[in-house]
């Protein structure tokens, strides 16, 4: 994949999704490229490079690598729809924190296909009411 493909692709997901103020990459050449830093300043998003042979500083995307090729292959093994599942996924809060990703980009669970109690949904409903009140 060239640079320019690299940048449409992104460009997709900021159209859907906004411009981020951080966008974190490994230091391919790619990224490093003069075309890609022309982008970086015509969109105003600070970029920054991890080692892609520094463990640590990959954690969070070989963890999601990891977590993603488990969906994969239980929704083969079952014969399930994937898209489901990882929307799932994102419906999911993680370890340690109290609201799930897409909460997080949203501002709201996505509507899923797996059913939940009326309980999680009144909890749910009532934290973001709380919330707009202590924002506005």
């Known amino acids: 994949m060239r640079t320019c ?21 490994d230091a391919d050449r790619r990224f490093l490229a003069n075309e890609f830093q022309v982008f ?13 042979h520094h463990h640590n500083a990959n954690s969070k995307a070989e963890s999601a690598v990891k977590a993603a090729k488990t969906v994969m292959a239980k929704c083969k093994e079952d014969r399930s729809d994937i898209t489901t599942a990882i929307l799932d996924i994102g419906n999911t809060p993680k370890q340690g924190y109290l609201t799930s990703p897409s909460q997080k980009m949203f501002g709201q669970r996505c509507m899923t296909l797996t059913p939940v109690t009326e309980g999680t949904l009144k909890q749910w409903a009532m934290e973001m009411f709380l919330a707009g009140i202590v924002n506005n």
């Open 40 to 52: 970086k300043t015509k969109c105003d998003f600070e970029h920054s490079t991890s080692s892609p």
């Open 5 to 25: 493909s690299i940048i449409e692709k992104l460009k997709r997901h900021f159209m859907r999704f906004g411009i981020p103020r951080y966008v974190v990459t």
